[in-house]
C-alpha cells in the first residue's frame, strides 16, 4: 500500500489514504526500510476493508446530492419556491442521519432507542464522518472563490464604501455584541449552575466571530429569481462574501490570544495588542497573496496568445486560482481569503483577457465545484445533527445565543446604516435595513469554522448552538424571504441592466458611480482605469495616453494593440458582467410589444405595473402586495417586470432607445444560482 | 483538530488531512473520549507546521503544472510537435527531481552529491511522495473516464471485433510472452548471480501484466492533429482503452493466485482457476456497474425535464459517474474499469438526452480533469525517477525488459492482425501493424500499476525498470511517430467526416458498418438501434413501432415524444460525435474554392494532393513524403486535405454534395486533445 502506510502502520492506515488526491508524506531518506511490514497480509485486508466502508461511506452522500438535484428540479419546474436547495439538503442529511442513527445499525434494540431519543444513545450506532479540515481546504474555497468571481463588480463598487463598513466594522460590532451577551449569559449559567465545563470570555469572543459570517445564499438566490432592487442586492452579497473573510481572521486571532503567566484567560493589553497584529498581518497578507497572483494570472493571459488554445487557458486560471490557495497556507496566511480576493481580481482584470470559450469555461466550472461544495457542507450539516457524537445542547445557551445573534446583526446594521446615510446621496432606506437585519443568515462558513475544534466543553456546546442557528435562520429566515419581500414593500422585478442603460444613455453613468463614492474610492477609480485596466487587461484607454510623456516606450510596450481602438469609446467593461443580449431583447419585448404569448393576464399586470411605477396613476400598495403574494413567481418566469413604489423611486421604466450593448458575454451570469 | 486526528495521535495527523476530499473517518461511539488529548498544544503545532509543508509541496506541483502549461502554449503557438505535453511534464517533474534531491536540501554536502551521483546517496534529502492509491482513487478515474466519453463510436464500434480481439486477447498474449521472456531473463540473472532477491514466475506474469497497459496520448495526439485514417485511430484509441482495464483487471486477478501450502509461488491448478474465476468475475462486475449507472443515468435524464437546467443536469451526470466508481470500489469491483465503460455508455446514451449546453459543460469538465491528471502523473513520474527510494536499476533485468516488452508488442499486433484480416473486409494494412506495433507507448495505467506496491524487491526492480519503459516510449516512440508516419506511408490529411458523409450519401453507410462486423455486433447493433437508443435516449425509432403489438401500452408510455419526429429519418445519430459544422465548412472550402488566403503555396499542395489522391495523375512517393516530413503542420494547420496513396485506397476526395449534417453539436469534438 506504499509510503504513507510506513508511516502510519497499525491505525487503519488506508482510512486516510483513498479518496485524497494529495495525500503528501515527507519522507526522510533515513526513515526507510521497513518495508517487510508491508507484507503484513493482515493489515491489507484491514485497508482494503476500510476502504470498501469509505467509499460506501461516500457513495451515501453522492446518492444524498443526487437525490438532492432531483428534488431541486421537481421544485424548480413546480415553480415551489420556500425551500432553496441548501435547506433542502439539509433535510435530507437529517433524514440520513436519523436512519444512520436509529434505523440500521442497531436492530436489535431498536424499540428501545426509539423510545429514549436522547442524544446520546445507542453505543453501537456506526457513524460517518469527515476530517473538519476537510471544509477548510477542500469545500471553502471553491464556494469562496466562485462568490469573488460572481461578484456583480459595478453595483459592488458603488456601494463598496457601505459594504467595507457593514463587513468590517460591522463583523467586528457583532462580535463584540454577541461576545458580552453571551458572557452574561454563560455568568448568569454558572450561577444557576447550567454550565458543565469552563467557558471563558475568551470563547465568548470566538463564538460571536463564527456566528457573525453570514451567509444569505438562500436570500440572495430569491433576490435573484425576483430580481429585487440591485443595490441591496449588492450591499448583501457584498457584506457577507467580505465579512467570510473578517469573521475567519478574527477568531484565528482570538484564538492567538494568550497571555503570558498561567491565567491564560484574563485580559492583558500585550496579548490583546498581539492579537490586533495578528488581525491585520494575517488579513492583508492574505489580500496582498491573493490579488499578486490574481494580476499575474491577468499578465500572463495578456501578454501570451494563450487564448488560443481554451482548455489551456482554462487549466492555467484554475491552477493559478488553486495556488493561491496553497501559497497563503504554505505562508502561514489563511488561504480561504486569499482565494476570495483572488477570485474578485480575475473577475475584475483577467475574465477580460480570457478568451469567450474559456470565460464560459471558467465560469460553469467554479460554479458546478460552488454548486457541489456548497450542499455537499449542507447535506453534512444535516447529518451532524445525529451523526456528531459530543453535542451539547444547554437551552440556556441556545436561547441566549438567539438573542445574541439577534442584537449583533441589529447593532450591525441599524446604527451603521444611520452613520452610513448621513453621508450617502441614495440613502439606505429603513425597508432596507430591515431586509437587510432579517437576511443575516448563518451558513456555510459558520459551520466550518465552528466544526474545525470540537475538543472542549465550551467548543462543543458552540458547535451544538450554531448547528441549531444554521438550521433556524436557513429554514425560517431563507423560507420568509417571500413575504418579507411584500411586507416591506421592496421593489422587485428591477432588471439591473435597465437601470444602468438608462443611466448610460444619458452619459452620467460613470460619473454617478464615482459621486456616490467617497474620495479614497475615486481616487482609485481614476487609478484602476488608467493604469491598472490598461495595464492588465486589454481593455481601458492605452497607457501612452495615460502615463507621462517620459514613460512613453514603457507604455507603448505595455499597452495591448486593442487598447488603441478603444480609445473612442471609453464604455466601463465592468458592465460586460452584467448586461446580455437575452436581457437587453426580453426588455425591448417588455417595453415595445404590447401583447405576447401569455394574453390577456399579461396586460392586466402590465397595466397595474405601470400604475405602480408611477407613470399611470397613484400607488395601490395592497393590490400590489397581493400580486406579489400569489403571482410573483409567473411574473417572473414571463419576464414582466413589476415596479413597487418605494421610498425614493428610482427611473421609472419608461420607453428608452438603449444603444446596442459593449460585448455582451455568451452566457447569462444571473444563472450562476439556479 | 477533530475526529480524525484522535484516531491517529501521534503519527503526524493532518498529513493526511489536508487536501483530502473526503477523509472519511467511521467512528464507533464506544471510541469517544479521549478529547482531552486534543488540547496537547505541541501536536497542534507540529500538525500546523507539516500542513504548511504540505502546502507548499502541492504548490511545487502547480507550480510544474503551470510551467508545463505555458511552454506547451509556446510549443503549440512555434508549431513544434516533436514533445508531447506529457512528455514535456515528465521533463519538467525530472529537472525538479533533480533539484530537490541535489540542489536544494543538502548544501553542505553539495559537492560530493554531486560527485557521486549514485541513486542511493544523499540521506538528507527531503522527498515530496504521494501515497500511490492517490493515482487509482483521483488521478485515474477521470483519465479513464474522459477516453470513455470521448471514444468517436462509430468508427469505434465499426471496428469492434478487432478492437476487442487486440485488448482481450492480445493483451493476455502479451503478458504471458513478456511473462515466459523475462522468466527466461531472470532464470539466467539467477544463474549469473546477478539477482539480489526473489523473484518468482507470478512475479515475471505480474509484469507482463502491467506493462502490457498501452496508454498512446501521445501518438494519438499527433495523429488527431495530422487527420490520420480514422480506423487506425479506432483501433489505436479503442485498443488502449479497453487494454486498461484488461491490464488492471488481469494484474489483479495475478496477485490474487495464491496456492495453499508453503510454498506459495508453485503451480496449482485451483489456484489458477480461482485467478481466472476473480478475473472473470471482477471484469464481468466492473462492466455491468458500469453500464448500469450509465443507463441509470440516460433514464433519469430521459425521464425529466432536467435539461431546463444544465448545472444541476452537469452535476447530476458528474455524481452519477463519480459513484459508479464508488459503488464499484464499495463492491470489491475496479472502480477504474466501471468508471470505462460508464463513460462509453454514458457517451452513447445519456448525452443525447443532455441539453446542448451540459453536453459542453460534461465534455469541457471532463476534459480538463484529464489535462490536470494526466499531467500531474507524468510530471510526478518524472520527479519519482530522482526522487524514489528503493529504485532498483538492475541493467541485464532492464534489457531483458525491454525486448520482453518489444516480443509481447509484436506477439500481441501481428499474429492476431493476421487472424483478424482472414475475417476482415477492409484489411489491416502491413503499414497499419508496423504503426501499432510502434505506438505501444507505455503511461500512466502502467505507472500507477507498478507504483501501487513497492514493497518486495521484486516490486522495486519492477517499477525503476516501469519507469524507464515508460520514459524510452513516450519520450521516442512519441517522438517518432511523425516520421514512422511518413516513412510507412500512412494516409494523413483523412478528414472522418468527408469518408462518413461520402457513405452518407449513398445510403450504405449503416450497412457498411453492419456487414464490416461479425454476426454477434450486428445483433447488437440491430437490439440496441430498435430496442435500447429508444429506451434511453429522444431518439431511435418509436418503441410502439419496434415492439410487438402486445406491449403497446408500455411502448407508448416508454417512447419519448421527440422520437416520433425522428420517425421519417432514421439516421444513426452516432454520427453526432463525428460531425460538426465547422468540419463542413472547412471540407466545402477544400473542395470548392481553388484559391484562399494562404496563396501561391497552397495552390501547389493542392496539386501535389490531387496528384496523390490518383485523381490527377499517378502517386509521387518521394515528393509526397518530402512533403509530409517537411511541412505538415502548416498543411494541417491551414486545413488543407492530404491524402497518400496506400495499399487499399479509400473513397478520394471527389466533389460530393454534401446533405446539411444532422443537428450538430456546438462544439468541436476534435479538440479533446488540444
Redesign the interface.
Given at each position: 500500500?506504499?509510503?504513507?502506510?510506513r508511516?502510519?502502520l497499525g491505525?487503519?492506515p488506508?482510512?486516510?489514504?483513498?479518496?485524497?488526491?494529495?495525500?503528501?508524506?515527507?519522507?526522510?531518506?533515513?526513515s526507510?526500510g521497513e518495508?517487510t511490514a508491508?507484507?503484513n497480509v493482515a493489515t491489507e485486508r484491514l485497508a482494503e476493508e476500510?476502504?470498501?466502508?469509505?467509499?460506501?461511506?461516500?457513495?451515501i452522500?453522492?446518492?444524498l446530492?443526487?437525490l438532492t438535484?432531483?428534488t431541486?428540479?421537481l421544485f424548480?419546474?413546480r415553480r415551489f419556491r420556500f425551500l432553496h436547495e441548501t435547506g433542502l439538503a439539509m433535510i435530507y442529511g437529517l433524514l440520513v442521519g436519523v436512519i444512520l442513527r436509529f434505523g440500521v445499525h442497531v436492530p436489535q434494540n431498536m424499540s428501545n432507542v426509539i423510545l429514549s431519543c436522547a442524544v446520546n444513545a445507542?453505543?453501537?450506532?456506526?457513524?460517518?464522518?469527515?476530517?473538519?479540515?476537510?471544509f477548510f481546504?477542500?469545500?471553502l474555497p471553491p464556494i469562496i472563490f466562485h462568490a469573488g468571481y460572481s461578484l456583480k463588480r459595478r453595483h459592488f463598487f458603488r456601494n463598496i464604501g457601505s459594504i467595507l463598513t457593514y463587513a468590517f466594522m460591522g463583523t467586528v460590532i457583532s462580535c463584540f455584541v454577541i461576545g458580552l451577551t453571551m458572557y452574561g449569559f454563560v455568568s448568569f449559567m454558572k450561577v444557576v449552575g447550567q454550565l458543565g465545563g469552563d467557558f471563558y470570555f475568551t470563547d465568548c469572543l470566538f463564538f460571536g466571530a463564527i456566528v457573525s459570517a453570514t451567509d444569505p445564499v438562500t436570500v440572495l438566490a430569491i433576490f435573484n429569481e425576483l430580481k429585487v432592487d440591485v443595490d441591496l442586492y449588492a450591499l448583501l452579497f457584498g457584506e457577507s462574501v467580505l465579512n467570510d473573510a473578517v469573521a475567519i481572521v478574527l477568531s484565528s486571532s482570538i484564538v492567538a490570544y494568550q497571555p503570558a503567566g498561567d491565567n491564560s484567560h484574563s485580559f492583558e493589553a500585550t496579548a490583546m495588542l498581539k492579537s490586533f497584529g495578528v488581525f491585520l498581518g494575517v488579513f492583508s497578507g492574505s489580500f496582498a497573496l491573493g490579488v499578486a497572483t490574481g494580476v499575474m494570472t491577468a499578465l500572463?493571459t495578456k501578454f501570451?496568445?494563450?487564448r488560443?488554445?481554451p482548455?489551456?487557458e482554462?487549466?492555467?486560471f484554475?491552477?493559478?486560482s488553486?495556488?493561491t490557495f496553497?501559497?497563503a497556507?504554505?505562508?502561514?496566511f489563511t488561504?480561504v481569503v486569499a482565494v476570495l480576493f483572488c477570485g474578485i481580481t480575475q473577475a475584475h482584470y483577467t475574465y477580460n483577457n480570457l478568451s469567450p470559450e474559456s470565460q464560459?469555461?471558467t465560469k460553469?466550472?467554479f460554479?458546478?465545484l460552488n454548486?457541489?461544495a456548497e450542499n455537499f457542507i449542507f447535506s453534512y450539516m444535516g447529518l451532524t445533527l445525529f451523526s456528531f457524537?459530543?453535542h451539547v445542547f444547554n437551552p440556556l445557551f441556545i436561547i441566549g445565543a438567539f438573542v445574541a445573534v439577534f442584537l449583533g446583526r441589529a447593532a450591525n446594521i441599524y446604527p451603521l446604516s444611520f452613520l452610513l446615510n448621513l453621508g450617502r446621496k441614495n440613502k439606505i432606506g429603513s425597508n432596507f435595513q430591515h431586509v437587510m437585519m432579517f437576511a443575516g443568515l448563518r451558513g456555510a462558513m459558520t459551520f466550518a469554522l465552528s466544526?474545525?475544534?470540537?475538543?472542549?466543553y465550551a467548543r462543543q456546546m458552540m458547535f451544538s448552538t450554531t448547528l441549531l442557528i444554521v438550521f433556524f435562520t436557513v429554514w425560517i429566515c431563507g423560507g420568509g424571504t417571500t413575504p418579507m419581500l411584500s411586507f416591506m414593500s421592496i421593489p422587485v422585478g428591477v432588471d439591473s441592466d435597465q437601470e444602468s442603460s438608462v443611466t448610460m444613455v444619458d452619459g452620467s453613468q460613470r460619473r454617478n458611480t464615482k459621486h456616490e463614492s467617497a474620495w479614497p474610492f475615486r481616487i482609485w477609480y481614476t487609478f484602476d482605469h488608467n493604469y491598472l485596466k490598461p495595464l492588465l487587461t486589454h481593455s481601458g484607454p492605452p497607457l501612452t495616453a495615460t502615463m507621462p510623456a517620459c514613460c512613453g516606450p514603457l507604455a507603448r510596450c505595455l499597452t495591448s494593440p486593442q487598447a488603441y481602438e478603444n480609445e473612442g469609446q471609453l464604455h466601463d467593461d465592468d458592465s460586460d458582467f452584467i448586461l446580455n443580449d437575452a436581457n437587453v431583447s426580453s426588455m425591448y419585448a417588455d417595453v415595445t410589444v404590447s401583447t405576447d404569448a401569455s394574453g390577456s393576464r399579461t396586460v392586466n399586470r402590465k397595466r397595474s405595473t405601470a400604475a405602480a411605477a408611477g407613470t399611470g396613476g397613484g400607488p395601490s400598495d395592497e393590490g400590489l402586495d397581493q400580486e406579489l403574494a400569489l403571482g410573483e413567481h409567473e411574473l417572473v418566469i414571463r419576464g414582466t417586470r413589476l415596479v413597487l413604489p418605494m421610498d425614493d423611486p428610482v427611473e421609472p421604466p419608461t420607453t428608452v432607445t438603449l444603444p446596442p450593448p459593449p460585448s455582451p458575454p455568451r452566457s447569462d451570469p444571473r444563472?450562476h444560482r439556479?
Amino acid at each position: 500500500m506504499g509510503f504513507a502506510s510506513r508511516l502510519s502502520l497499525g491505525v487503519k492506515p488506508s482510512k486516510a489514504l483513498l479518496f485524497l488526491p494529495c495525500l503528501f508524506t515527507v519522507l526522510l531518506v533515513g526513515s526507510q526500510g521497513e518495508s517487510t511490514a508491508m507484507d503484513n497480509v493482515a493489515t491489507e485486508r484491514l485497508a482494503e476493508e476500510s476502504h470498501r466502508q469509505d467509499s460506501a461511506n461516500l457513495l451515501i452522500f453522492i446518492m444524498l446530492l443526487t437525490l438532492t438535484i432531483l428534488t431541486i428540479w421537481l421544485f424548480k419546474h413546480r415553480r415551489f419556491r420556500f425551500l432553496h436547495e441548501t435547506g433542502l439538503a439539509m433535510i435530507y442529511g437529517l433524514l440520513v442521519g436519523v436512519i444512520l442513527r436509529f434505523g440500521v445499525h442497531v436492530p436489535q434494540n431498536m424499540s428501545n432507542v426509539i423510545l429514549s431519543c436522547a442524544v446520546n444513545a445507542s453505543p453501537a450506532t456506526l457513524l460517518v464522518t469527515f476530517d473538519p479540515e476537510v471544509f477548510f481546504n477542500i469545500l471553502l474555497p471553491p464556494i469562496i472563490f466562485h462568490a469573488g468571481y460572481s461578484l456583480k463588480r459595478r453595483h459592488f463598487f458603488r456601494n463598496i464604501g457601505s459594504i467595507l463598513t457593514y463587513a468590517f466594522m460591522g463583523t467586528v460590532i457583532s462580535c463584540f455584541v454577541i461576545g458580552l451577551t453571551m458572557y452574561g449569559f454563560v455568568s448568569f449559567m454558572k450561577v444557576v449552575g447550567q454550565l458543565g465545563g469552563d467557558f471563558y470570555f475568551t470563547d465568548c469572543l470566538f463564538f460571536g466571530a463564527i456566528v457573525s459570517a453570514t451567509d444569505p445564499v438562500t436570500v440572495l438566490a430569491i433576490f435573484n429569481e425576483l430580481k429585487v432592487d440591485v443595490d441591496l442586492y449588492a450591499l448583501l452579497f457584498g457584506e457577507s462574501v467580505l465579512n467570510d473573510a473578517v469573521a475567519i481572521v478574527l477568531s484565528s486571532s482570538i484564538v492567538a490570544y494568550q497571555p503570558a503567566g498561567d491565567n491564560s484567560h484574563s485580559f492583558e493589553a500585550t496579548a490583546m495588542l498581539k492579537s490586533f497584529g495578528v488581525f491585520l498581518g494575517v488579513f492583508s497578507g492574505s489580500f496582498a497573496l491573493g490579488v499578486a497572483t490574481g494580476v499575474m494570472t491577468a499578465l500572463v493571459t495578456k501578454f501570451t496568445k494563450l487564448r488560443d488554445f481554451p482548455l489551456l487557458e482554462t487549466a492555467l486560471f484554475f491552477l493559478m486560482s488553486w495556488s493561491t490557495f496553497l501559497l497563503a497556507e504554505a505562508c502561514g496566511f489563511t488561504g480561504v481569503v486569499a482565494v476570495l480576493f483572488c477570485g474578485i481580481t480575475q473577475a475584475h482584470y483577467t475574465y477580460n483577457n480570457l478568451s469567450p470559450e474559456s470565460q464560459d469555461r471558467t465560469k460553469q466550472l467554479f460554479e458546478l465545484l460552488n454548486f457541489l461544495a456548497e450542499n455537499f457542507i449542507f447535506s453534512y450539516m444535516g447529518l451532524t445533527l445525529f451523526s456528531f457524537q459530543s453535542h451539547v445542547f444547554n437551552p440556556l445557551f441556545i436561547i441566549g445565543a438567539f438573542v445574541a445573534v439577534f442584537l449583533g446583526r441589529a447593532a450591525n446594521i441599524y446604527p451603521l446604516s444611520f452613520l452610513l446615510n448621513l453621508g450617502r446621496k441614495n440613502k439606505i432606506g429603513s425597508n432596507f435595513q430591515h431586509v437587510m437585519m432579517f437576511a443575516g443568515l448563518r451558513g456555510a462558513m459558520t459551520f466550518a469554522l465552528s466544526i474545525r475544534d470540537t475538543a472542549t466543553y465550551a467548543r462543543q456546546m458552540m458547535f451544538s448552538t450554531t448547528l441549531l442557528i444554521v438550521f433556524f435562520t436557513v429554514w425560517i429566515c431563507g423560507g420568509g424571504t417571500t413575504p418579507m419581500l411584500s411586507f416591506m414593500s421592496i421593489p422587485v422585478g428591477v432588471d439591473s441592466d435597465q437601470e444602468s442603460s438608462v443611466t448610460m444613455v444619458d452619459g452620467s453613468q460613470r460619473r454617478n458611480t464615482k459621486h456616490e463614492s467617497a474620495w479614497p474610492f475615486r481616487i482609485w477609480y481614476t487609478f484602476d482605469h488608467n493604469y491598472l485596466k490598461p495595464l492588465l487587461t486589454h481593455s481601458g484607454p492605452p497607457l501612452t495616453a495615460t502615463m507621462p510623456a517620459c514613460c512613453g516606450p514603457l507604455a507603448r510596450c505595455l499597452t495591448s494593440p486593442q487598447a488603441y481602438e478603444n480609445e473612442g469609446q471609453l464604455h466601463d467593461d465592468d458592465s460586460d458582467f452584467i448586461l446580455n443580449d437575452a436581457n437587453v431583447s426580453s426588455m425591448y419585448a417588455d417595453v415595445t410589444v404590447s401583447t405576447d404569448a401569455s394574453g390577456s393576464r399579461t396586460v392586466n399586470r402590465k397595466r397595474s405595473t405601470a400604475a405602480a411605477a408611477g407613470t399611470g396613476g397613484g400607488p395601490s400598495d395592497e393590490g400590489l402586495d397581493q400580486e406579489l403574494a400569489l403571482g410573483e413567481h409567473e411574473l417572473v418566469i414571463r419576464g414582466t417586470r413589476l415596479v413597487l413604489p418605494m421610498d425614493d423611486p428610482v427611473e421609472p421604466p419608461t420607453t428608452v432607445t438603449l444603444p446596442p450593448p459593449p460585448s455582451p458575454p455568451r452566457s447569462d451570469p444571473r444563472r450562476h444560482r439556479l
